[in-house]
């Protein structure tokens, strides 16, 4: 990962707030906590830079579904079913799920914006989760006058996250 360091082994890893300072054998730091992780490889998180988490209540059900399949069951029909709160619960709960798996940020294609309400709850499940997200607001007709709205809106919203 750095040429400079290189691999190492039985070495430590300095964190302060949430910054990697120091990658080293025998590092000392006072006060700082001590997670035991011998016998382990320590690897910063994954990048996914392609998710659509507001399906993540869904997972596994298009499987073997073609690419028409999937446009058809879940673009035309299930996604405009879904309540700005079902947006709310797939961003959140996926966004804890990448969490889990080792992945901190996201690209989060999100086009289940159905109204400026999803919109504002797909942003909101990512905040709650504190993953690392870009918010991606997509498929909509851009040529509509309310879809420029919704877009105007949520990027708005997301770019007051300035502590996100």
Wanted: hydrophobic share 40%.
């Amino acid at each position: 990962m750095d040429r400079a360091i290189g691999d190492l082994v039985d070495a430590d890893v300095l964190i302060e707030g949430d910054r990697i300072v120091a990658v080293a054998r025998g590092l000392k730091a006072a006060d700082a906590e001590v997670i035991d992780a011998r016998g382990s490889v320590v690897l910063p998180g994954m990048v996914d830079t392609h998710r659509h988490t507001w399906q993540t209540l869904m997972r596994g059900i298009c499987a073997n579904w073609t690419l028409n399949d999937y446009f058809n069951g879940m673009r035309m029909t299930i996604s405009p079913a879904y309540s700005a709160h079902d947006v709310y619960l797939g961003n959140y709960l996926g966004a804890l799920d990448a969490i889990n798996s080792g992945v901190t940020p996201i690209l989060d294609f999100s086009h289940c914006v159905n109204s400026p309400e999803h919109g504002d709850a797909a942003i909101a499940g990512l905040r709650e989760a504190c993953i690392r997200a870009l918010f991606g607001y997509g498929f909509f007709d851009s040529t509509n006058k309310h879809g420029r709205t919704r877009l105007r809106r949520c990027a708005k919203r997301a770019s007051s996250a300035a502590s996100w």
